[in-house]
């Protein structure tokens, strides 16, 4: 079964760090670009990051460049986000998204950030 | 404020056919492909249409999309109790660069 699962997610207090993970299966993870993409709670959803299938290329939004970095390990099939100078509003679910260009044909069920204090 | 703009709602009696428009720009829609997601209560988001007019396997034909120009529509037809849910248009934008996303349209089924 092609699937994505995320976790890492928790309670930070303001100006903390937090590592999102993603574990792929059920496909050649190296073969496809993957995103994350967020939902605050009660809002719509919001395109965090992308890195290319060889890692070579990555964008980030404005509203998380310079503090969230993703990264591919290839021998786990996963992805990471690590998340730094978290602010409140950081606080959303992160899912892990399949896909390039705005196409996201898999995603993970999410992982839950909350930065409060 | 979303980049690409959705009605925040849209509603039907069942069996009726409701459209949700997605109003962009040059740099996203008119240039790249615009993608549509369904989003049930408390579950993650679904690719709904892909490529502007298509289809992945198992959704219904009920779901159709078009683009032209700046704007996309998404049309529902033959509405059913299970079609409520959230959707929301997304595309590529090439000025950022990265990926934009309606708010969001909550589709109520009278």
């Known amino acids: 079964e092609v699937q994505l699962v995320e976790s890492g997610g928790g309670l930070v207090q303001p100006g903390g760090s937090l590592r999102l993970s993603c574990v792929a299966s059920?496909?050649?993870?190296?073969?496809?670009?993957v995103n994350w993409v967020r939902q605050a709670p009660g809002k719509g959803l919001e395109w965090v990051s992308y890195i290319s299938n060889r890692g070579g290329t990555m964008y980030y939004s404005d509203s998380v460049k310079g503090r969230f970095t993703m990264s591919r390990d290839y021998a786990k099939n996963s992805l990471n986000l690590q998340m730094n100078s978290l602010r409140a509003e950081d606080t959303a679910v992160y899912y892990c998204?399949?896909?390039?260009?705005?196409?996201?044909?898999?995603w993970g069920k999410g992982t839950t950030v909350t930065v409060s204090s | 404020q979303s980049v690409l703009t959705q009605p925040p709602s849209a509603s039907g009696t069942p069996g009726q056919r409701v459209t949700i428009s997605c109003s962009g720009s040059s740099s996203n829609i008119e240039s790249n492909n615009v993608y549509w997601y369904q989003q049930l209560p408390e579950t993650a988001p679904k690719l709904l249409i892909y490529r502007n007019t298509q289809r992945p396997s198992g959704v219904p034909d009920r779901f159709s999309g078009s683009k032209s120009g700046t704007s996309a529509s998404l049309a529902i037809r033959g509405l059913r109790s299970e079609d409520e849910a959230d959707y929301y248009c997304?595309?590529?934008?090439?000025?950022?660069?990265?990926?934009?996303f309606g708010g969001g349209t909550k589709v109520t089924v009278l």
């Open positions: 997304a595309a590529w934008d090439d000025s950022l660069p990265g990926v934009v």
């Open positions: 059920g496909f050649t993870f190296s073969n496809y670009e």
């Open positions: 998204v399949r896909g390039d260009y705005g196409e996201g044909d898999v």
